[in-house]
């Protein structure tokens, strides 16, 4: 049951990080998924050391860890953003 839960967490931390981002459009269901996991783990990486809090990847649902997954999967998006246009948006 987690591994559920960790997909519909990851879909709608991507769905919200590419409304913020305004990719919404150009993405799917599928996309949001990868990009709210993928976002968690970079999430984790840069920005759990410094705030202190843990992700949705390591089973923590608090809401410190769902801000630290969004705040990433904004990251990752803003990355990609820059590679493909050249700018962040």
Not at 56 to 82: E, Q, T
Request: aromatic fraction near 8%; avoid cysteine.
């Amino acid at each position: 049951m987690g591994f559920i839960a960790w997909i519909i967490v990851g879909g709608v931390l991507g769905w919200i990080a590419s409304l913020i981002m305004r990719t919404d459009a150009q993405q799917g269901i599928f996309l949001n998924i990868i990009v709210g996991i993928i976002g968690a783990l970079l999430g984790g990486w840069l920005l759990s050391p410094m705030l202190g809090a843990g992700t949705i990847n390591a089973g923590d649902f608090s809401l410190a860890s769902l801000v630290v997954s969004l705040l990433g999967a904004v990251i990752l998006l803003a990355i990609i953003n820059l590679f493909r246009r050249g700018s962040v948006r």
